[in-house]
Structure formats: structure tokens, C-alpha cells
């Protein structure tokens, strides 16, 4: 396979993943002497068995999916082993996290790859708080088992150097899509249709319920792990106080009906249990939720059936969480639309970044550099006719303008979805030197060329 700039983003993704696999075995070895890891990570096959009639062969960390809960401290030095028991070379993205680029977790940053049958060992001081997560960063293509359709994503907590808890106790929630096929359309575009879907990876009335008792004030992190959906949550007789979005505490707490999570997002939100009986948490549009996400909550001592209460409208709006916001002096602007390429019948769209794919886009004279210490804003022009929930790695941004609305200050997010047909505004401080992936969270969109690679300036 040649290498060259004409090599389509497609191929040139999945050839920089084969051609760092060698190197993921030797960069970051495995050692007899190390001392024991904080945590030991098994990559392999694995078969969900999300209903009794609803089975997928996937591969999932330690042989259950979600993966296990990682909790570390933050600032206190922790290392993880990673084991590649699977046939394919893979990677581990320590989402939310201020890690160097070598070990962040995407081989567009430098990030070698593990072979399979290789281990691989990373050991970071864990930056910032909050609620964080896992996952691979491989490229799939159209098999609807890999990467991030697959079952390879997990929740990981950086609890605070002073925990102020305030709740009674924690529950973890992973919504995600699963099977399916591939639809086309006449201009070529390509959409993944699911068959199933669940939380925690079992449908409606198949897992255990969270049993809850009266006057428990729960906090429930949620996660949405899907490939590429947006996910509508509500739990019916209940209402959510939202008090951290991408686990980043929010500047104004507020208390909703109902929660919406673009995939990758993460939102934590404290639910008083002071409606006993039993509900059902899940997908508010019943389309959806007929697909299975859905889970019981079950109060003691309470019988019956699991009741769900339908919302006749869909309500979400990111600037309630914020505080009213002023332009900041000497920060920089950098442009950036989003667009597709049209390739001709039979083929797939391209998608773009000011007219150019990965890695075109991200080349000397395309690419902005950063300057460390320098304040940037992300001037995001969605020119498509699609929603795209933005990344961008190893660093926090401030939401600063949605769309035409006034300034506002204070939400810090890793992941904002710029809608269709609209501009969405965030800023962030250049202070983590290292080659800096920026990328729509969609598997499709990323697998077509809608990266960026932002280096900084030596």
C-alpha cells in the first residue's frame, strides 16, 4: 500500500494503525521487575448476551461490558496494564484526561499501538476530577462489531484530593447502540441502523433493577458509549438535578425533566428518591426504548409492574448550566468548517474540516499551530446537514457562544454538540504541549476523515 497524499482517509487511517502495531509492543513493554499495576486490562472476545434472543460477538475489557469501574486519585501517580488478547491491534483513549501524547491514547498523536498478543504499561498522574472514561480508538470501517460499535468502553472516576460528597451513594449508566447494517442514500452518504440497544449492555427487563429506598439521594453518572447516536434519558416519577456535564461541575446546578447525551458525553446528576414504587429509566422517545434501553428502578417493598411515563416534547438547552459570559481579551479565533464531500455514486462522502479530510487537513501549511499559554477560541461552522458531538483530546474548553445567543461563561466540557446548520463557540488554554486530536465522536464521521491534528509550536 502506498503512503502518499493522495491515499484516501479511509486507508490512510487504518494503514497509521497497522503500520504503529509493531511499535506498541516495544514502546511500552512489560517488564518482569515492574512493580504490580493499579489496574490490569484484558482485551478479547467476547459474546454479549444482552437478552436471551439478543446476542453479539464483540470484544470487551475483563470479559464483561461495560469494563470495570476504575476509580483513581487525582494527582496520586497510577499505572494500568493493558493486555491485547484480540486479533487486531488496539488502543486505549484515557477520555478526559490532561495526558502526555504517547500515552493519551490515539495513534494519530503518536500513541503506539498493541500488537495482539502484547501488553502495553501507561502510568500518568490522573488530571483533572470528575467523571471520566475509557475506550478504544481504532478505526472500523463498516464492521459493525469494532471499535467503538464494539464493546470496548468502560467508566473511570478521578475522585477529587478532598471528596465532598453529598449523595447517599453512586450508580453507573453506559447507553449504547449495537448490530445492525449499514444504510446508503443517492448522495452516499452511509448511516448505521441498530437492531438493539441497551444499558450496561442488557435490554429492558433483563438486568437487575437499581434498588433504591425512600429519601436516597443517588448519584448517577451517566455515559453515552453509542458510535453515533444522541440519546434522550428520563426516569419516570423523577426529576434530575444536573450538577456536572463531562464530569466538570457545572456553575449553575438545575433540575430537569429529562437529560440529552450526544455520544461520548457524560452527565452526573443527583436523583432524591421521594416517589416510591417502580419506574423505568430510559430512552424518552419510545422508538428507542422499544429497542431496549431501558433499566428497572425498584424501590424496597415495592410490587408491581415497572411504570414509564411519556414526554411529549424533548428539552434541552446547554445554557442553563451556565453563567452569563463577556469576550476575553487576547484570545485568538480559529475557524472551523464542517462539511462533506460528495465522491460520486457508489462511493462514501468524505467529511471535512475547512474543506479538506484527515490528514490533509492537519498538515504544516493547513494546520494552525498552538502557541503554549495562548488562549484559543473554536469558531465551529457547521455547514452539514448533520449533528456532530466535537472532541478534542487531552484538553478541557469553556463553552462560550451557542449558536447566535449572547456570550456565556463557565461550562467546561470535552465534548459539545454543534447542531446542524449552526455555529457553536468554545475556548480553551493552549497548556499541554503535544500533538492534539480534535474530532467528531461519531465512528462513521472519523472513520471518513472528520479529524483534525493540532501541534503545538516548538
Given amino acids: 500500500m502506498s503512503h502518499d497524499a493522495s491515499t484516501p482517509a479511509l486507508t490512510r487511517r487504518r494503514f497509521t494503525q497497522l503500520t504503529g502495531m509493531a511499535l506498541g509492543s516495544l514502546a511500552l513493554p512489560r517488564t518482569a521487575a515492574a512493580a504490580d499495576p493499579d489496574v490490569t486490562l484484558e482485551i478479547a472476545p467476547f459474546t454479549l448476551e444482552a437478552s436471551p434472543k439478543h446476542h453479539i460477538h464483540t470484544v470487551a475489557y475483563n470479559g464483561q461490558i461495560p469494563g470495570p469501574l476504575i476509580r ?3 494527582g496520586t501517580p497510577f499505572t494500568a496494564e493493558v493486555r491485547n488478547l484480540s486479533r487486531e491491534p488496539e488502543v486505549v483513549h484515557w477520555h478526559g484526561l490532561h495526558l502526555p501524547s504517547e500515552i493519551d491514547g490515539a495513534m494519530e498523536e503518536g500513541t503506539p499501538m498493541i500488537a495482539p498478543g502484547a501488553s ?4 500518568f498522574s490522573p488530571s483533572p476530577a470528575g467523571f471520566r472514561w475509557y475506550h478504544t480508538h481504532t478505526f472500523a470501517g463498516k464492521k459493525l462489531t469494532a471499535a467503538q460499535y464494539g464493546g470496548l468502553h468502560g467508566f473511570l472516576l478521578v475522585q477529587p484530593r478532598e471528596d465532598q460528597a453529598r449523595y447517599d451513594r453512586e450508580v453507573f449508566l453506559a447507553f449504547h447502540d449495537w448490530g445492525g447494517y449499514f444504510k446508503g442514500s443517492d448522495d452516499g452518504s452511509m448511516q448505521p441502523i441498530y437492531d438493539f440497544a441497551t444499558i450496561n449492555g442488557k435490554m429492558l427487563g433483563f438486568g ?31 426529576s434530575f438535578q444536573v450538577v456536572a456535564l463531562d464530569g466538570n461541575p457545572v456553575p449553575q446546578p438545575r433540575t430537569v425533566s429529562m437529560l440529552r447525551l450526544a455520544p461520548a458525553e457524560r452527565v452526573s446528576a443527583i436523583v432524591t428518591m421521594d416517589h416510591p414504587g417502580i419506574w423505568i429509566l430510559g430512552e424518552a422517545r419510545p422508538s428507542i426504548q422499544s429497542k431496549g434501553m431501558g433499566i428497572v428502578v425498584e424501590y424496597a417493598n415495592a410490587t408491581g409492574k415497572p411504570v414509564w411515563v411519556q414526554h411529549t416534547e424533548l428539552i434541552w438547552d446547554y445554557r442553563q448550566f451556565s453563567t452569563p459570559g463577556e469576550a476575553t481579551p487576547g484570545v485568538k479565533n480559529i475557524e472551523l468548517v464542517f462539511d462533506s464531500k460528495f465522491q460520486g455514486h457508489g462511493s462514501e462522502e468524505l467529511w471535512t474540516i475547512n474543506g479538506l479530510s484527515y490528514p490533509k487537513n492537519s498538515t504544516l501549511a493547513n494546520a494552525p499551530r498552538l502557541e503554549r499559554g ?9 455547514k452539514s446537514m448533520d449533528d456532530h458531538p466535537v472532541h478534542l483530546h487531552r484538553h478541557t474548553f469553556e463553552v462560550r457562544r451557542l449558536e447566535s445567543g449572547p456570550e456565556i461563561a463557565g461550562l467546561r466540557k470535552d465534548v459539545i454538540l454543534v447542531p446542524a446548520s449552526s455555529t457553536v463557540e468554545v475556548e480553551f488554554l493552549a497548556d499541554n504541549p503535544g500533538d492534539t486530536l480534535f474530532h467528531c465522536h461519531q465512528q462513521d464521521h472519523m472513520d471518513r476523515g472528520f479529524m483534525m491534528l493540532f501541534r503545538y509550536a516548538s
Avoid at 212 to 233: A, D, F, Q, Y
Avoid at 374 to 382: A, E, G, S, W
Fill in 72 to 74: 483513581m486519585r487525582e
Fill in 208 to 238: 437487575e433493577p437499581i434498588k433504591v429506598k425512600p429519601g436516597e439521594r443517588v448519584m448517577l453518572h451517566l455515559l453515552n458509549s453509542s458510535p453515533t447516536e444522541v440519546h434522550w434519558i428520563s426516569l419516570a416519577g423523577h
Fill in 374 to 382: 495562548q488562549r484559543y477560541r473554536f469558531v465551529m461552522k457547521n
Fill in 120 to 123: 502495553a504499561r501507561y502510568t
